[in-house]
Nanobody, 121 residues
Framework: QVQLVESGGGLVHPGGSLRLSCAAS????????MSWVRQIPEKGLEWVSD????????AYADSVKGRFTISRDNAKNTLYLQMNSLKPEDTAVYYC??????????????WGRGTQVTVSS
């Protein structure tokens, strides 16, 4: 029933920007904290950011702080991740996940199928 569909990934040069979206359905999105998690090639899963249900509290991994912005539109059941000043190290599959997923290797929450972000010159 829970569905999370990420979109907006693609190929971008270092320093560029992308905006990821996650369309949620099948649950009361407005009552759930949400997270972005990424799978980095040959490194593993890394928590990126999370946001409380009302959007009032936000947290970021140190690796993306100051460059990424998480937001949500509860009226549209959509989670966003604005990514600026992208670096090659940001190359990963980005997943939208329900809840505050600070330790993604625990595989908690419901996960989307991911969207590929590639940052390369």
């Amino acid at each position: 029933q829970v569905q999370l569909v990420e979109s907006g990934g693609g190929l971008v040069h270092p320093g560029g920007s992308l905006r990821l979206s996650c369309a949620a359905s099948g649950f009361d999105f407005s009552t759930y904290a949400m997270s972005w998690v990424r799978q980095i090639p040959e490194k593993g899963l890394e928590w990126v950011s999370d946001i409380t249900s009302g959007g009032g509290t936000i947290a970021y991994a140190d690796s993306v702080k100051g460059r990424f912005t998480i937001s949500r539109d509860n009226a549209k059941n959509t989670l966003y991740l604005q990514m600026n000043s992208l670096k090659p190290e940001d190359t990963a599959v980005y997943y939208c996940v329900t809840g505050r997923i600070r330790i993604p290797t625990l595989r908690q929450g419901d996960w989307g199928r991911g969207t590929q972000v590639t940052v390369s010159s």
